[in-house]
């Protein structure tokens, strides 16, 4: 919080023990921080900074300085959201010159001070009479929220939602929401829900008087004056009606005024309010009803066949006191009808059976007593039918109309044949008197009594019965299709008013008895039958039809029929496939109607093999043939609707081609011959091709025939090593590959090499072996005799395919020629690596042990090999001389001394191992 210093000044010269003055560290600090403090607006808060009485107090928002505050408490009284806020005080101690040197400023904490407040403030709400309304009200932080209406409490929840569902005029008040917090409590002024519409209406049912005064009136509430307009059945009132208006808060009151009211004026009228647009319209219905005189049955319609009834009814609530009728003649009621009155007088009515004639006015009189009386009229028109449908003879498969005709356009026309009406189309429109009953491609079942019946308003009348006959054939002959046989017969059956006679057409050719037709016909009762028995002559016959002549020189023709023979159109054909490829046989019924099995070598293979449709043909496909898939194949097509419904077609032999011997795998050592051999069948001859590691073409190697080839390879080296396959390649027909031939050379990768060594130094020779495994054994020979194991070692290693030998030659003396040989088992082979020559360096004349006399002359000499790198020449270590002549280094010296004494040796270094 500070800094202080102390110096003391001590003399070198002087010994002993001195103390200085007492020295005080004044610690700078604030004794109390403001804390963090959290308070609810319009309540008071305090933040405290304590220090000690020497520290000048200056307190901050943030970092505004608030100029105002020097004291130890910063105190917000009423405090206000606007006072949210970081504060922060700083303490200034000042320097005292007599006992302090130094002075400082010391910053407390951030106490950060949180206000509650409201976040959604409730507002007044318009809210019409039965609907629901919503206020809303929430806070800062999770208080309680409360809702009271006036000094009630509604409810207390942590959603501040209150909703009032299907309001009445008693919600109509203020409602206040207040926030409640552990530091306290903050409240709104009250909000108001206004509450508006209809208090009160005329009705629900207004009765009225025909021509006199009707009043209606509507009384709503809300807190401004309402505007109210009404409607008569959702349109303006008409002239003559007067509304007026009046306003005592807080209510509206309207009033409808109808001075002499019409017929026209009964029905709903609609009090409509609204209230400055601020809500939705309101609207409240009441009917108004008028009790007059009468209705009446109005133009009515009746028939002959049927009594009809007129009737007049009282509408309203008011009931005549008596009827009475008189007819189109003015003749009363009982000279032509009878009179029925209902219990309560409101209805009234005639009832007759009337004749065509009666069309006419008719009137009804209701009798209020001093209320007066009216009268209704009704128009009785009476409906028959003028004309009745005929009988018909007609002919099978031809159109007739029967008609019927009444005297005006019914409701509708209903035709009936043998007492049950038709559904079938008719032809007759709502303005028409004329129905005509279309039968069309008349069958045998139309044969029958029909009759029209008119409707009129719910009365019937019905025509005389027209009874119809229909001639033709009751049995066609019919398209026979068989399979296998050559005999068919067709059949035909004619009916009419009588018996007709029949005969049997092949085209325009009249057919009679003969070898190869027969005929056979009998007549009972008013139907005919006859049977034609055909030989057939071809696969199909067509157009055989039958006539029926009658007496009255009508003839009927009956259908057409054909007779076919199903069978195969194509059946499959000699095919042959190449293995392993698809091979697609086709087979093509006569119709497609039939099933089509196929067999191969006589047995079931339809729902183990594949099959498609293409145009007409269904195609047996085997993909990837074998060996196996070669035979006899047949289809046979299975007509089930038919007796003895099996047809076989002719067999069909697929033979198939490809590689019938695959060349074989084998294993060999380097430098002898291999050959694969490849036999294929056919015909045709197929293209053969080898291939090394499935993609390098070899070429066509040795042909021996069509069907056979060879592939020589003569001294094979490790190169040769691969998997070969033979390709026969038949054109269209496919290819087929043989199995893979895997061709493994054992031999040496990597030979030994000539190695020249110093004598006694170290010689190595490297030789790898590749194979399929490892030999089983390695030998190493010098000069066609096995190394010595005491002078050499030999070290074998193996990695994948690769085995590596490495011969170490110890201390060599004797010049050689090495050889690595290999032997394996499974099968036995030996390899052998090429000769590697060991040349031994050596000093071929070494200086030689002297004894001399002082000052005598001195000489000494080596001579090596031929071609050494370097030759040097050591007195005691040191160098003396490395002149090389002919292969030769000498040191002289021409007078000895003392120090000519010591060791001489020669030193070669040779290239390009650097041996010494």
Not at 700 to 721: A, E, H, K, P
């Amino acid at each position: 919080h500070g800094s202080s210093m102390a110096r003391v000044l001590v003399s070198t010269q002087s010994t002993g023990t001195l103390t200085s003055r007492a020295a005080t560290l004044r610690v700078l600090r604030i004794l109390e921080e403001p804390v963090d403090t959290t308070t609810v607006n319009s309540l008071s808060a305090t933040l405290t900074c304590q220090v000690d009485t020497t520290g000048i107090i200056t307190w901050y928002n943030s970092t505004t300085l608030l100029p105002d505050e020097r004291s130890p408490t910063l105190t917000f009284n009423p405090v206000t959201t606007y006072d949210q806020g970081d504060y922060h005080c700083r303490a200034t101690f000042p320097a005292t010159q007599a006992e302090f040197l130094f002075g400082g400023m010391v910053q407390s904490r951030d106490a950060t001070l949180t206000v509650h407040r409201f976040v959604t403030v409730p507002e007044t709400k318009y809210v019409t009479l039965g609907s629901s309304v919503t206020v809303k009200c929430t806070g800062t932080g999770d208080p309680d929220i409360i809702w009271n209406k006036g000094d009630t409490e509604l409810q207390s929840d942590k959603t501040g939602t209150l909703t009032l569902d299907s309001v009445t005029f008693s919600d109509d008040a203020d409602y206040t929401c207040s926030l409640i917090y552990p530091e306290g409590q903050i409240s709104r002024d009250p909000v108001h829900v206004h509450v508006r519409g209809v208090k009160t209406l005329s009705g629900p049912i207004v009765e009225g008087v025909l021509g006199n005064q009707v009043v209606i009136t509507c009384v709503t509430q809300g807190e401004i004056e309402a505007t109210i307009t009404w409607q008569h059945n959702s349109t303006s009132l008409r002239p003559g009606v007067t509304t007026t208006s009046s306003y005592t808060a807080p209510q509206t009151t309207s009033i409808v005024t109808i001075a002499t009211s019409l017929t026209s004026d009964q029905g709903v009228y609609t009090c409509q309010v609204t209230w400055d647009g601020q809500t939705g319209d309101v609207s409240q219905e009441t009917t108004v009803r008028l009790n007059y005189v009468i209705s009446s049955s109005g133009s009515i319609f009746g028939t002959e066949d049927n009594a009809v009834t007129i009737t007049c009814s009282a509408h309203g609530h008011v009931a005549p006191d008596s009827w009475s009728w008189r007819d189109a003649n003015n003749t009363g009621s009982a000279n032509w009808g009878t009179l029925t009155t209902s219990v309560d007088l409101f209805t009234s009515s005639v009832t007759w059976t009337p004749e065509r004639f009666d069309t006419g006015i008719y009137t009804c009189t209701a009798d209020y007593g001093s209320r007066g009386i009216s009268e209704k009229e009704a128009d009785l028109t009476v409906q028959y039918i003028k004309t009745s449908p005929s009988d018909l003879t007609i002919v099978y498969g031809s159109e007739a109309t029967l008609t019927c005709i009444t005297n005006l356009p019914p409701d509708q026309f209903t035709w009936y044949k043998d007492g049950i009406e038709i559904t079938s189309p008719t032809t007759a429109s709502p303005t028409s008197s004329t129905s005509h009953l279309l039968l069309s491609s008349i069958d045998f079942p139309d044969a029958a009594d029909y009759r029209c019946q008119a409707g009129f308003s719910g009365r019937l009348t019905q025509s005389t019965t027209a009874t119809v006959i229909v001639r033709g054939f009751t049995v066609n002959p019919q398209d026979t299709t068989t399979v296998n046989v050559t005999v068919a017969t067709l059949s035909c059956k004619a009916i009419g008013d009588v018996a007709p006679e029949l005969s049997w057409y092949q085209g325009t050719t009249k057919l009679s008895h003969g070898p190869t037709i027969s005929i056979s016909s009998k007549a009972v009762g008013v139907e005919s039958s006859s049977s034609l028995t055909v030989s057939l002559l071809s696969a199909t016959t067509p157009d055989y039809h039958c006539t029926a002549s009658f007496p009255d020189d009508v003839t009927v023709t009956s259908s057409s029929a054909s007779i076919t023979v199903l069978g195969v159109e194509q059946g499959p054909v000699d095919s042959v496939g190449v293995v392993g490829n698809g091979v697609v046989l086709g087979c093509k019924p006569s119709d497609d109607s039939g099933t089509i099995a196929w067999l191969h070598n006589g047995t079931d293979i339809t729902g183990i093999s594949t099959t498609a449709e293409v145009d007409g043909t269904t195609q047996l496909q085997l993909s990837e043939v074998s060996w196996d898939t070669a035979g006899l194949y047949q289809c046979v097509v299975t007509y089930y609707q038919y007796t003895s419904p099996t047809y076989a077609a002719q067999p069909a032999t697929l033979a198939i081609r490809g590689v019938t011997q695959s060349p074989s795998s084998m294993i060999t050592e380097e430098g002898s011959d291999v050959t694969l051999t490849c036999l294929t069948t056919g015909p045709p001859a197929p293209a053969i091709t080898w291939y090394k590691n499935t993609d390098v073409s070899l070429g066509n190697g040795r042909i021996s025939n069509d069907y056979q080839s060879l592939l020589v390879m003569s001294s094979v080296d490790l190169t040769t090593t691969g998997d070969y396959k033979c390709e026969a390649d038949y054109g269209d027909i496919g290819k087929h590959e043989s199995e893979i031939a895997t061709v493994i050379v054992r031999g040496i990768e990597s030979h030994p090499s000539a190695t020249t060594a110093v004598k006694t130094n170290l010689a190595r020779f490297t030789c790898v072996i590749r194979g399929d495994k490892p030999p089983s054994i390695i030998t190493w020979t010098r000069d066609d005799t096995p190394v010595s194991t005491t002078t050499t070692t030999v070290t074998t290693t193996t990695e994948g395919d690769d085995t590596t030998t490495v011969l170490e030659v110890r201390e060599v003396e004797v010049e050689g020629d090495y050889v690595c040989r290999a032997e394996f088992e499974d099968p036995v082979g030996i390899v052998r690596s090429d000769v590697a020559r060991l040349t031994v360096l050596d000093l071929l004349t070494v200086p030689q042990t002297q004894d001399i006399v002082l000052g005598y002359p001195l000489s000494l000499s080596c001579t090596v090999p031929p071609t050494p790198h370097s030759l040097t020449f050591y007195h005691n270590s040191s160098v003396v001389g490395d002149v090389v002549q002919d292969s030769v280094v000498r040191v002289e010296v021409e007078e000895a001394v003392l120090e000519s004494a010591g060791e001489y040796m020669c030193g070669v270094v040779y290239q390009p191992d650097q041996s010494t």
